[in-house]
């Protein structure tokens, strides 16, 4: 449970202008559609993935790092990774029974075989869409364990997009098609509750000395 009290103490340190901001972003956020990136060696990819899902306002990405380390890079990131939620995994494994256990069918994005085309994707069933390296692909558990397949469009020669525009090109549509439905996408109240609680301890520069001082005179 949210401490409304704790809250409402942080979010007077904000202007008003910036609490409408949240607000009016929060009202178009979803976990409806989460973002899995598997195994990105170049982590500016996996970076500019956040930015579109900050963008575009989906609330998770989940990042597998099973053979390459990385670390957000903020320059492409854009701060996005401040409102975001970022979740890491060690494994593919641990990464996809995560998701299925919180409701989400596992969609793997892949030119390369019969995939749904991106227009008739059905954007009303909790879906996490996973996206793989540049050159391999997803791994071949992802495609063992995938619900279903996903492809975008093309009429060139060329077989695939980075990593990075595919996202960008897919959680756009999925996400503009999602709020043309009936189906209860947005955060639930305590989700957005959350999220202002975190969001107004990220927009507060002194942070620590402020949570101290209020906690000491609690």
Same mark, same amino acid.
Not at 72 to 94: C, L, P, R, T
Not at 124 to 143: D, H, I, N, P, R
Not at 145 to 156: E, H, N, R, T
């Given at each position: 449970?949210i401490?409304?009290?704790?809250?409402?103490y942080?979010?007077?340190?904000?202007?008003?202008?910036?609490?409408?901001?949240?607000?009016?972003?929060?009202?178009?956020?979803?976990?409806?559609?989460?973002?899995?990136?598997?195994?990105?060696?170049?982590?500016?990819?996996?970076?500019?993935?956040?930015?579109?899902?900050?963008?575009?306002?989906?609330?998770?990405?989940?990042?597998?790092?099973?053979?390459?380390?990385?670390n957000?890079?903020?320059?492409?990131?854009?701060?996005?990774?401040?409102?975001?939620?970022?979740?890491?995994?060690?494994?593919?494994?641990?990464c996809?029974?995560?998701?299925?256990?919180?409701?989400?069918?596992?969609?793997?994005?892949?030119?390369?075989?019969?995939?749904?085309? =991106?227009q008739?994707?059905? %954007?009303?069933? &909790?879906?996490?869409?996973?996206?793989?390296? +540049? *050159?391999?692909? @997803?791994?071949?558990?992802?495609?063992e364990?995938?619900?279903?397949?996903?492809?975008?469009?093309?009429?060139?020669f060329?077989?695939?997009?980075?990593?990075?525009?595919?996202?960008?090109?897919?959680?756009?549509?999925?996400?503009?098609? =999602?709020?043309?439905?009936? %189906?209860?996408? &947005?955060?639930?109240?305590?989700?957005?509750l +959350? *999220?202002?609680? @975190?969001?107004?301890?990220?927009?507060?520069?002194?942070?620590k000395?402020?949570?101290?001082?209020?906690?000491s005179?609690?």
């Open positions: 449970m401490d409304l009290d704790y809250l409402n942080l979010e007077d340190f904000l202007t008003e202008k910036r609490k409408e901001r949240f607000q009016k972003v929060l009202n178009n956020r979803t976990n409806h559609f989460t973002i899995a990136v598997e195994d990105v060696f170049q982590f500016h990819n996996t970076s500019a993935v956040m930015r579109s899902c900050e963008v575009f306002g989906i609330q998770e990405i989940n990042i597998v790092e099973q053979r390459f380390g990385k957000i890079d903020k320059e492409i990131a854009m701060g996005a990774q401040k409102w975001v939620d970022i979740n890491k995994f060690e494994n593919i494994s641990n996809i029974q995560t998701l299925k256990s919180k409701g989400y069918h596992i969609i793997a994005t892949t030119p390369h075989n019969d995939s749904c085309l =991106l008739e994707f059905d %954007v009303t069933k &909790k879906s996490a869409l996973f996206f793989g390296t +540049e *050159k391999e692909g @997803l791994s071949q558990e992802v495609m364990q995938a619900d279903g397949f996903l492809k975008i469009p093309m009429v060139g060329t077989e695939s997009l980075n990593i990075s525009v595919s996202a960008a090109i897919i959680i756009q549509d999925i996400t503009t098609r =999602l709020r043309q439905t009936n %189906v209860n996408w &947005k955060l639930s109240e305590d989700e957005t +959350e *999220k202002r609680l @975190l969001w107004a301890k990220n927009s507060i520069k002194d942070i000395r402020i949570e101290e001082r209020y906690f005179e609690k």
